[in-house]
Nanobody
Framework: QVQLQESGPGLVKPSQTLSLTCTVSGGSITTNYDYWSWIRQPPGGGMEWMGAINLSGSTWYKPSLKRRISISRDTSKNQFTLQLTSVTPEDTAIYYC??????????????WGQGTQVTVSS
């Protein structure tokens, strides 16, 4: 069974870079799912797909985030990472990583991490 775990700082200052890592166990980021995505949910809001990386390492990003977001992977560690630059309090959210056969999965599809709270505040 594929399991995912997000890790990273829970508090980031405005204008800094948010960096999160998703560690995958019980499977491989090069075989188990076609897409590995980052999704977030702000307080009182819905799920927002941010971007994804596929089996081959190609990436896709939500257009409104494209200037600030980068997703990469380390196949030797079976991890993929999210970097979001120039954060503001509006980036405060629970951040999830997920693996699924489609790029923008619902929580019922594929494998998801438990989520990690990130707060942007000085």
């Amino acid at each position: 069974q594929v399991q995912l775990q997000e890790s990273g700082p829970g508090l980031v200052k405005p204008s800094q870079t948010l960096s999160l890592t998703c560690t995958v166990s019980g499977g491989s980021i090069t075989t188990n799912y076609d897409y590995w995505s980052w999704i977030r949910q702000p307080p009182g809001g819905g799920m927002e797909w941010m971007g994804a990386i596929n089996l081959s390492g190609s990436t896709w990003y939500k257009p409104s985030l494209k200037r600030r977001i980068s997703i990469s992977r380390d196949t030797s560690k079976n991890q993929f990472t999210l970097q979001l630059t120039s954060v503001t309090p509006e980036d405060t959210a629970i951040y999830y990583c997920a693996g699924a056969p489609i790029m923008t999965p619902e929580p019922s599809l594929g494998a998801w991490g438990q989520g990690t709270q990130v707060t942007v505040s000085s």
